[in-house]
């Protein structure tokens, strides 16, 4: 019943930016910590940004300083602003989430992903 929608892909030039967005919804009692990942042609699935409902945040080395990882639970939200995209940065971006079911259940859930292309 708990489902991730992601949004904010897309094309953009070298040195641009995107935004992306997550929303959850769906029997959520506690929505705990979330994240980015991002899986590019030949590659494994990697970890971008995580934000845990504490606060704190943890970024991937090739990303910090041009990304940064955001929250807005009222809205069960997490977005990733990226900016000074580079070629490399080409994948497909997930978004996951860790929570409490209404019925108490520890759960990961994962969006379907969405493209950012880079180009040069």
Do not use: H
């Amino acid at each position: 019943q708990v489902q991730l929608v992601e949004s904010g892909g897309g094309l953009v030039q070298a040195g641009g930016s995107l935004r992306l967005s997550c929303a959850a919804s769906g029997n959520i009692y506690t929505l705990n910590a979330m994240g980015w990942y991002r899986q590019a042609p030949g590659k494994q699935r990697e970890l971008v940004a995580t934000f845990a409902s504490g606060g704190s945040t943890n970024y991937a080395d090739s990303v910090k300083g041009r990304f940064t990882i955001s929250r807005n639970n009222a809205k069960n939200t997490v977005y990733l602003q990226m900016n000074s995209l580079k070629p490399e940065d080409t994948a497909v971006y997930y978004c996951k989430a860790d929570y409490v079911s209404v019925t108490y259940k520890y759960l990961e859930v994962w969006g379907q992903g969405t493209l950012v292309t880079v180009s040069s």
